[in-house]
């Protein structure tokens, strides 16, 4: 049987001011979230783990050398392949102890100085966890730096029931909470996530009602259009 709009507008209020008070926990700011002009920083460096796992990919660039220049992927048994220098172990490195070690093998017996780089194009080992209301929610592998809004986009964006003012980013047991409007406006930056973040988007209660007392598209609340 169908609810009478006499009988829905109260319950639809009530609910509004329920959603308001109880599905925004009070949680620090995600370093770099807060809404200042003169917000903190996160952290430096990259999205996932600094020690190179096997299956990641690698970028290998020697300067001016492009017969030397590759990408990579680290095998199982944590090794890589480069010309000149066959097999280099690579796990267990950072970037930087990588470099080194070719640029140390390159200079024995084949160049003068050479100048190497290294970026850990996919860390397949670096993971994180996006649940809640997105469209897609699971454990998503880090590709590089990796922002907030695109972890969200990795779950398929954000669902009809999200409050897109409530995320969390659990990082290290701790919960810091992002405005993802400020981001999308521009007010603060968009936050790196890290290896082990865990970014819960919170469902909105009201959005829950609507769409269980029959899902209509364009309620009316007290509030306005509920979409």
Not at 117 to 124: A, G, P, Q, Y
Request: proline share 5%; charged share 20%.
């Amino acid at each position: 049987m169908k609810m009478t709009w006499k009988l829905l507008l109260p319950l639809l209020a009530s609910l509004s001011m329920t959603a308001c008070s109880n599905n925004v926990p009070q949680h620090s700011a995600l370093p770099g979230s807060t809404v200042s002009a003169e917000s903190a920083s996160l952290p430096t460096g990259t999205s996932g783990s600094d020690r190179i796992a096997p299956q990641d990919l690698l970028e290998i660039d020697v300067f001016k050398v492009p017969d030397l220049s590759k990408e990579v992927r680290v095998d199982d048994n944590g090794n890589i392949t480069l010309a000149l220098i066959g097999t280099v172990h690579a796990q267990g490195m950072s970037a930087s102890q990588l470099e080194k070690q070719i640029a140390t093998r390159l200079e024995k017996d084949y160049m003068h100085n050479p100048q190497v780089n290294v970026l850990v194009k996919e860390s397949t080992g670096s993971k994180i966890t996006v649940s809640g209301a997105v469209n897609k929610p699971g454990v998503y592998a880090l590709a590089g730096d990796t922002t907030l809004t695109q972890a969200i986009a990795q779950a398929e964006g954000l669902s009809r029931l999200a409050i897109k003012d409530n995320v969390t980013v659990f990082r290290n047991n701790k919960p810091y909470t992002v405005r993802l409007e400020d981001v999308n406006m521009g007010r603060v930056a968009d936050p790196v996530v890290i290896a082990g973040d865990k970014i819960q988007v919170h469902t909105s209660a009201t959005k829950e009602a609507v769409q269980d007392y029959g899902g209509v598209g364009g309620l009316l609340s007290p509030f306005g259009l509920l979409r």
